[in-house]
């Protein structure tokens, strides 16, 4: 593994937005006052007049961006998931959410390998609080180049876009010739007819490894990327729990209202099979190295096997 | 236009309002009326480029209603206009009516932004100004706010960015009427002096003594067009209620509606204020 490179998906987020400024005028970035971390600085070094920074008041910056897509612009507002999904909730649901306007979310800081800052800053929670605005798109890219193509649909589409970043450095996984990014339509990376593991954002490089290590138990798993939460792909999702009759849902969220809940929510009606939904479980989180965290609260690849294992 | 055209428009706004809550049931009457005045100036008088049979307009100046369970008054004045049917308006808060309890720009033709939670049309309208900015497009962003209103954090917040954006193309007017619905402003929790407030956040500020006076409305806007390099804020002293006399000066009819009879005694004290006035 040492040779596989690695980047954060809040740097690809950082470049993918230079690249399409140098394509288009109306985009503009919003800041709140965390450029380095978010990785918007990058485009505030290229395009300094299109970058907003807007100072330590997220309700505001959103209600700005609303403002801004109002007129025409394509604003990406962009702070950490707790605080762009957590603290301004409301500014989404109601100045971007309800009038559906065209603005994209850029929420880095994710979950729980932000890692040392602790429980007060990782949100687990914002799947959940952004899925269930109608009319919202939600997006977890699980790495680099899945987050790149990510923000440029988003750019594409119209309409208000959540996008889900990570702090930490992942492997990429979808550096192969076809890979295709669209909105709305899940991947299987691997095919198998025993179980189904549904995986999001950086979750899904640890369940291509739990199914690796259930093949050699005589496991065959099969592995869907589900990028997009909002629109769901509830086709794949389906077909797939038809065929092999179980289905675990992996990510870095609550396994309250994220991913699980949404599979959960389309399984339910159509193809009732027993869920395990692997996550964080209903706790906070706490200070540590994101290796370190995402080992003890059994995310990583041993984790996330260990917890199907015990449930099959 | 004249002031008397301007009250004679006023005074049928006024009607309106009373007319679009009693058929509703429900509504905000109080600072709807009070703000009559300050929609009739800005639909007949300030905004520039609009047009009612193009409510879209990309050069139009715009307005949003932060204030926005004001809804009535907007609708109101936005029917005075042409942008859509008079008789619409007993609609309000109808089922399946484009005139919801609160504004949405997706269903009303002439409505810039939906709102109603307080605080946040007063930051769009920040960023409206902005996109004015940074596309070099020479249109104005105007908001209401209430004064209750201005006890919300995110007023501030979008104070100080407009402060440091220096946004001189925003103005932010507040109806200043004293009233909220729990009583007073000094007896819930006052965010006054206003005026200060908004100087410090580096706002040119004008105080009206009178905001249902269009001299005086007229000066302040006129004063206010005059101003580069920093955003400008209108504090109009209003009375809540205005030209109903048992509204005025009522936190009782904030969100309150008249019954048929209390209906009727509205629209014939409105009915002689229009006579009165077409006598002039």
């Known amino acids: ?312 | 236009m004249e002031n008397l055209e301007l009250q004679k428009i006023a005074n049928e706004v006024r009607k309106d309002i009373v007319t679009a809550v009693h058929s509703a049931k429900s509504g905000h009457p109080g600072g709807s009326l009070g703000a009559a005045d300050i929609f009739t100036y800005l639909y007949f008088e300030e905004l520039k480029n609009i047009d009612p049979h193009d409510p879209k307009k990309p050069d139009r100046d715009r307005f949003v209603l932060s204030k926005g369970h004001c809804a009535p008054g907007l609708y109101s004045v936005l029917a005075e206009r042409g942008y859509f049917p008079k008789e619409d308006l007993v609609t309000l808060r109808h089922v399946g009516s484009y005139l919801q309890g609160h504004p949405n720009m997706n269903d009303t033709p002439g409505v810039d932004m939906s709102t109603g939670s307080l605080g946040q049309g007063v930051s769009v309208a920040c960023g409206m100004a902005l996109a004015a900015k940074l596309s070099g497009e020479g249109y104005h962003v105007y908001t209401l706010l209430g004064d209750g209103e201005c006890e919300e954090g995110e007023v501030w917040e979008a104070a100080m960015f407009a402060g440091d954006k220096k946004l001189d193309n925003l103005t932010v007017i507040v109806d200043y009427n004293n009233l909220q619905i729990d009583g007073t402003l000094e007896e819930v929790n006052s965010p006054l002096p206003l005026d200060q407030k908004f100087a410090s956040f580096r706002f040119h500020v004008i105080s009206v003594a009178d905001g249902n006076d269009f001299d005086q409305l007229r000066a302040a806007f006129r004063e206010a067009a005059g101003i580069k390099g920093m955003p400008t804020a209108i504090i109009c002293r209003t009375v809540k209620g205005k030209g109903v006399s048992y509204m005025e000066n009522s936190c009782g009819w904030h969100g309150k509606a008249p019954n048929d009879e209390e209906y009727a005694e509205a629209m014939e004290e409105l009915k002689k204020a229009g006579e009165a006035l077409c006598q002039k």
């Not at chain 1, 957590?86 to 306007?101: C, D, F, K, T, W």
């Not at chain 1, 291509?208 to 869907?224: F, M, P, Q, S, Y």
């Not at chain 1, 699980?260 to 939904?277: D, F, I, M, Q, T």
Request: net charge negative.
């Open chain 1, 1 to 312: 593994m040492s040779e596989v490179k690695k980047i954060a998906t809040r740097e690809s987020y950082g470049n993918a937005l230079v690249e399409l400024g140098k394509k288009h005028d109306d985009l503009v970035v919003l800041d709140a006052d965390l450029a380095g971390a978010t990785k918007t600085g990058i485009f505030r070094k290229a395009f300094p007049e299109r970058h907003i920074d807007c100072g330590i008041a997220e309700g505001n910056m959103m209600a700005v961006a609303a403002g801004l897509a109002a007129a025409g612009m394509v604003p990406f507002a962009s702070s950490f998931a707790m605080f762009a999904a957590g603290r301004a909730y409301e500014q989404v649901r109601n100045s971007i959410g309800y009038p559906h306007l065209n603005v994209k979310i850029g929420a880095t800081h994710a979950g729980i390998s932000v890692g040392e800052d602790g429980a007060s800053h990782q949100c687990l929670e914002d799947i959940a609080l952004m899925r269930v605005i109608p009319g919202m798109t939600v997006i977890v890219p699980s790495d680099d180049i899945e987050a790149r193509a990510a923000v440029e649909a988003a750019y594409a589409y119209k309409g208000p876009v959540y996008l889900r970043f990570g702090r930490l450095a992942v492997p990429v996984i979808n550096d192969r010739p076809d890979y295709r990014f669209e909105i709305g339509k899940g991947i299987t990376l691997r095919e198998g007819k025993d179980l189904t593991i549904v995986a999001t954002g950086l979750e899904v490089q640890p369940a291509l490894e739990a199914a690796r290590k259930l093949e050699a138990d005589g496991v065959d798993a099969e592995v869907i990327n589900i990028h997009t939460i909002k629109p769901l792909d509830e086709a794949l999702i389906l077909a797939s729990a038809n065929k092999t009759g179980r289905v675990v849902t992996v990510e870095e969220h609550s396994v309250i209202g994220g991913l699980g809940g949404a599979v959960c929510e389309a399984l339910s009606a159509k193809a009732p099979v027993p869920v395990l939904r692997i996550g964080v479980n209903d706790v906070f989180g706490e200070s540590g190295p994101a290796a370190e965290l995402l080992h003890k609260y059994r995310l990583d690849g041993e984790g996330v096997y260990g917890q199907i294992r015990a449930w099959i």
